[in-house]
């Protein structure tokens, strides 16, 4: 797991993944995942991420789409049916999560950032270009 901004179990969830649940061995496939309540909307890449090499993923919400970007490319996008509630969010992590079914993240995080907007592939891609 990436990270988990939530309010616990299915409660308010803003997630991203390297993979989805109870994978094992993961896929490696990157994973969003929206919940609000009982309600779920999630994205999951098909293509993979590759091991022992730096990769840039960032996770955009944009209106009703969210896209998953790889090395400031596209790799996964859908409409999204619900965006996350404007609430404030208690139990949030970042290489772990609320749900015992997903492993901790085990690798290394440059960086980690939440921007107000969301950013334009261009945008996407200065990050990833700039040195940290």
Same mark, same amino acid.
């Given at each position: ?16 993944? %390297? &993979? &989805? ?5 993961? &896929? !490696?496939?990157?994973?969003?995942? @929206? !919940?609000?309540?009982? +309600? ?27 896209? *998953? ?5 596209? *790799? ?7 965006? #996350?509630?404007? +609430? ?5 992590? %970042? ?6 079914? =997903?492993? #901790?993240? @085990?690798? @290394?995080?440059?960086?980690?950032? *939440? =921007? =107000?907007? #969301?950013?334009?592939?261009?945008? %996407? !891609? ?7």
């Amino acid at each position: 797991m990436l990270f988990d901004f939530s309010n616990g179990h299915n409660a308010d969830n803003v997630m991203f993944a %390297i &993979s &989805s649940c109870c994978e094992k061995p993961p &896929s !490696l496939s990157p994973t969003a995942y @929206i !919940l609000n309540g009982a +309600v779920d909307n999630n994205l999951i890449a098909k293509t993979k991420l590759s091991l022992n090499v730096w990769q840039h993923l960032a996770l955009v919400l944009e209106r009703n789409v969210m896209y *998953i970007y790889l090395d400031a490319s596209i *790799i996964a996008t859908r409409p999204s049916t619900h965006q #996350p509630r404007n +609430v404030q969010r208690a139990k949030s992590f %970042i290489g772990t999560c609320n749900y015992s079914g =997903y492993e #901790p993240f @085990i690798g @290394i995080m440059d960086d980690f950032r *939440i =921007y =107000y907007k #969301p950013l334009s592939a261009y945008e %996407i !891609l200065q990050v990833m270009n700039e040195d940290v």
